[in-house]
């Protein structure tokens, strides 16, 4: 991440002390933004599978063609499960 994008340069001089507060508010901010954001996504990403099952119970017999569809996205979905850096 781009720490230009959190702090613009505004052209204020700020004490070597204010500096590295901001520079350690600035760190402390991105990480959490970050850790929300990778939380969000695990919620989604359980959310669909959830929704998968659903939908993969209702065609199981009635339509198992789609059922077919149903598991195939579910198998990419948890296939995705990359580890977060």
């Given at each position: 991440m781009d720490s230009k994008l959190l702090m613009p340069s505004s052209g204020i001089v700020v004490p070597a002390p204010?500096?590295?507060?901001?520079?350690?508010?600035?760190?402390?901010?991105?990480?959490?933004?970050?850790?929300?954001?990778?939380?969000?996504?695990?919620?989604g990403r359980l959310r669909?599978?959830?929704?998968?099952?659903?939908?993969?119970?209702?065609?199981?017999?009635?339509?198992?063609?789609?059922?077919?569809?149903?598991r195939e996205a579910r198998s990419f979905l948890l296939s995705q499960n990359v580890p977060h850096r």
């Open positions: 204010m500096g590295r507060f901001l520079d350690a508010l600035q760190s402390a901010l991105a990480r959490s933004g970050l850790a929300i954001w990778r939380a969000l996504e695990e919620q669909a599978l959830r929704e998968l099952d659903r939908l993969h119970a209702g065609w199981r017999f009635s339509d198992p063609a789609r059922a077919r569809v149903v």
